[in-house]
């Protein structure tokens, strides 16, 4: 099993740039994708930013969700085990609870789920 903890949520202003935290309880070598993902009151779970790498291959490759393109930009750190999400020029509809996802091969094979973190943008 693998625990992803998020972190870094909070009420913010509109605007502000905030960075959200997921810290894994494994190696995330292991971890080919690993992703945001957003849900707001009364709507559906959607995502908002993958990165690929660990063990297939470094570099990583990165998905966005077009209403963040631009904004918001994910990365990770093998090393901490730990994926970010930079998020810049945040606005009200950016208010959501954000989840980590992370799919992993190998003897962890499976797809995890972080608990959430709140994040209010304030106007």
């Known amino acids: 099993q693998v625990q992803l903890v998020e972190s870094g949520g909070g009420l913010v202003q509109a605007g502000e740039s905030p960075r959200l935290s997921c810290a894994a309880s494994?190696?995330?070598?292991?971890?080919?994708?690993m992703g945001w993902y957003r849900q707001a009151p009364g709507k559906q779970r959607e995502l908002v930013a993958t990165?690929?790498?660990?063990?297939?291959?470094?570099?990583?490759?990165?998905n966005y969700a077009d209403s963040v393109k631009g904004r918001f930009t994910i990365s990770r750190d093998n090393a901490k085990n730990t994926v970010y999400l930079q998020m810049n020029s945040l606005k009200p509809e950016d208010t959501a609870v954000y989840y980590c996802?992370?799919?992993?091969?190998?003897?962890?094979?499976?797809?995890?789920w972080g608990q959430g973190t709140q994040v209010t943008v304030s106007s």
């Open positions: 996802n992370a799919d992993f091969i190998g003897l962890m094979r499976g797809n995890y």
């Open positions: 494994r190696s995330i070598f292991s971890a080919i994708t």
């Open positions: 990165v690929t790498g660990g063990a297939i291959g470094s570099g990583g490759t990165t």
